[in-house]
């Protein structure tokens, strides 16, 4: 029997998607074994079956073997075929296979946008068989707009799948021959396999990244003085500075200093100014990211991945989007009705309802396939995780406030004169709140409240102080400010930006909430730009983003871009070629001396030993060790076996072991001791988990126990190191034994 095969991005998108349509409750279907499922429901009679992807189910492969470059011998292959990191997805492409036997009507229902359209065209193509079938274009997973998706289906954007084809071809080919060229140089100067990567997007950002490096790094500081008076009012006491805010010249600030330092100061002039605010206008992907780690510390990636979340739950809209713009269609006040019966908004969505019109205030960026970020008004079905609850209230208080009125501020000024020097007491106050109010604590400013003084008004001067200081380098990017900066030099998409910046931190390029490019980003993009330039162009990174967007409009071909780029690609790889055994030489001076760094962390206090990083080779698991193996030090502490490790040069208040900071993907980073048993640790662990602290704590020692050599005393950071140096004498071919036994 013949079904209605529709196809949803997600697991989670599948269930929302089948138990909007059916008509009573959808039946969840899972082969015995496996942990992928499908839902199966009527409609008006007829038999539906919603199958979910998990992403995408098809990734692009070279077809030929070997590591030369550049490779644009590639097309699409099974993901879980192409990388074991895949398997996941193994049992929803087999579901589908199956599910396609019996498909009458197809329906695609993936996420609208480039790659949603791709992981559902590839579905289509490979395993139905098919070149088209209805889609379903939504921005929001709330039932009554899923219904609306599917009575109003469309066909498949082509031009979409193109411009998303384009992306991926492009960023394959770019990827693989660049990261084959590195990876290829190193081996050819020094014979050894480390693999560096970059990519057409990654190569620029670092590059954008490390010129900032270098202007904090070349910032030469410059001795400046500040003053200040201290004047009563009545019983309080305000601070006016001077009126240069900087002085560069010593004897003219302790000359000013001298003269100002009189009993009293007089107003001699009041200046005020009203200001007006507008009301925010919705967010688009890139200022919601940035407010999200401005205001809770969430990483552009993390932040993302809740975003989704949300969005999968039918609270908020579709978070990847350019647009600044609400839809006109959407039912403001239908939301806002919702939105007041979840208690915590119910007195400002009612402010907002009793007007006569709802008028949001609207940015100029538009988007053809998602509005801005908006809260659906939709009850959630279950709690909220505390990080998702912020994150939605964030997007609810940011639509409660583009509905508000223009804020108004005064400023004020008040010029004091103390022998003829001037000094500048300054005020703000808010004189109508508008806006926000509904922003709440979004947009606290600071209030300065000053008391009502005249022209001629004498005050008493308490203290006049002068500070020395010094100018500060450029301040360094945010995690959320590189964000917009990455948007204004047009590298990457909304889509986009938060991952490549999220690969560079997983590379170890770069490190840091204020980021900051390690010394091996430093010295790939340096190395990068003086050999092979275009790689870290911005311009030539540009014109193929824009070209993309050409294919989406459908005033540019595929083939056209594919074929530019290959012969740009062709002509850097030339030239890198001829300069390979040079830059493999700079590349493995700059790992070598890298893994140097990054390896130490501190020092150990049993013997004064370095505490290093070593990597089990067998097992990939981490552990540190000390130094002192060959003096009897048998000190180890296991480390997480996944993430960039970063020595913070502090040791624990309690335990006295370094303290680390480790950068997982996808998650917020975190400090910690070694000492997995430390004092500080004590909320982290359970009883189980106590256990397990204690028994990784000693595979760790015993880890360093068994990776010396029993002859010489030498430590080494894996057992094949091990075994190498057993060729040069019998006694370690002993410990090799020994070793090899556990």
């Known amino acids: ?89 193994q049992p929803y492409y087999l579901n589908i296979e199956k599910l396609a036997k019996d498909a009458g009507d197809v329906i695609i229902a993936t996420d609208y946008d480039d790659e949603g359209e791709v992981i559902g065209v590839n579905i289509l193509r490979f395993l139905l068989g098919r070149k088209d079938a209805a889609r379903m274009k939504f921005s929001t997973m709330t039932k009554e707009e899923l219904l609306d998706s599917y009575a109003h289906t469309t066909t498949i954007n082509k031009n979409l799948v193109e411009s998303g084809y384009t992306r991926h071809y492009l960023d394959y080919m770019w990827g693989i021959s660049l990261t084959r060229a590195l990876t290829n140089a190193i081996k050819a100067a020094q014979k050894r396999f480390r693999i560096l990567s970059t990519g057409r997007v990654q190569g620029p950002v670092l590059h954008l990244l490390g010129k900032h490096e270098k202007k904090i790094k070349a910032f030469k500081p410059k001795p400046f003085w500040e003053i200040d008076m201290t004047v009563r009012i009545g019983k309080q006491q305000f601070t006016a500075v001077y009126h240069e805010d900087k002085l560069w010249d010593k004897k003219e600030a302790d000359s000013i200093l001298k003269k100002a330092s009189a009993k009293s100061a007089s107003v001699s002039d009041i200046r005020k100014k009203l200001m007006t605010q507008k009301p925010p206008v919705p967010y688009n992907t890139t200022a919601f990211l940035t407010d999200i780690y401005r205001y809770f510390g969430y990483a552009p990636q993390q932040g993302l991945n809740i975003a989704e979340s949300l969005y999968q739950a039918g609270l908020i809209s579709y978070p990847r989007t350019n647009s600044q713009q609400l839809p006109k269609d959407i039912n403001y006040k239908k939301i806002l009705t919702s939105l007041g019966k979840q208690g915590t908004y119910a007195k400002d969505a009612a402010f907002l309802l009793s007007r006569k019109e709802l008028t949001p205030m609207q940015g100029k960026a538009t988007s053809a396939a998602h509005p801005a970020i908006y809260p659906t008004g939709e009850t959630p079905k279950k709690k909220m995780t505390s990080m998702q609850q912020r994150v939605y209230d964030l997007v609810v208080r940011r639509f409660l406030a583009v509905f508000g009125d223009p804020a108004k501020r005064e400023s004020q000024t008040v010029v004091l004169t103390a022998n003829g020097e001037q000094f500048m007491l300054r005020g703000t106050k808010t004189i109508e709140a508008g806006w926000t109010l509904l922003y709440g604590k979004y947009a606290a400013r600071d209030e300065i409240t000053l008391p009502v003084l005249k022209q001629g008004d004498t005050l008493a001067i308490d203290k006049v102080n002068q500070t020395e200081k010094e100018t500060q380098p450029p301040a360094r990017y945010s995690q959320g400010s590189v964000l917009k900066a990455m948007e204004q030099a047009g590298l990457g998409t909304q889509a986009t930006r938060a991952q490549i910046l999220q690969i560079l931190y997983n590379r170890g390029y770069i490190i840091g909430k204020s980021i900051e490019v390690t010394d091996l980003g430093m010295q790939l993009a340096d190395i990068l730009e003086r050999n092979i330039a275009p790689v870290v162009s911005e311009r030539l990174t540009r014109h193929f983003e824009e070209e993309c967007d050409g294919v989406e409009k459908g005033t540019t071909k595929r083939g056209d871009v594919i074929e530019e780029a290959k012969k740009e690609l062709t002509k850097i790889c030339n030239e890198f070629r001829k300069k390979e055994k040079k830059i493999g ?158």
Do not use: N
């Open 1 to 89: 029997m013949t079904y209605t095969l529709i196809i949803a991005e997600k697991p989670s998108a599948s269930k929302s998607i089948a138990e909007a349509l059916a008509d009573g409750k959808p039946v969840k279907m899972q082969e015995e074994g496996s942990r992928a499922y499908w839902f199966e429901f009527e409609r008006d009679g007829s038999r539906f079956v919603c199958a979910p992807a998990v992403g995408h189910l098809f990734t692009l492969k070279q077809q030929s073997k070997g590591w030369d470059y550049p490779a644009f011998d590639v097309d699409w292959v099974p993901s879980f075929k192409a990388s074991k990191g895949a398997l996941f997805s």
């Open 585 to 742: 030489e700079e590349l493995t001076s700059a790992v070598i001396a890298t893994q140097d760094k990054q390896s130490i962390l501190g020092t150990c206090k049993s013997c004064g030993g370095t505490l290093k990083v070593h990597k089990l080779w067998r097992t990939g698991k981490r552990f540190v060790g000390c130094t002192g193996y060959k003096k009897g030090c048998r000190t180890g502490y296991p480390l997480p076996r996944e993430g960039l490790i970063i020595s913070q040069e502090k040791e624990c208040a309690s335990c006295k072991t370094p303290i680390i900071q480790v950068y997982q993907q996808g998650r917020r980073p975190f400090r910690m001791c070694l000492d997995p048993l430390c004092e500080t640790k004590k909320d982290w662990l359970d009883k189980s988990k106590l256990k397990k602290a204690q028994q990784e704590s000693m595979r760790a020692k015993k880890a360093a126990e068994k990776l010396v050599c029993a002859s010489c005393g030498k430590p080494f950071a894996s057992k094949r190191a091990l075994s190498l140096h057993a060729k040069t004498h019998s006694g370690a071919v002993k410990a090799v034994a020994a070793s090899s036994k556990s």
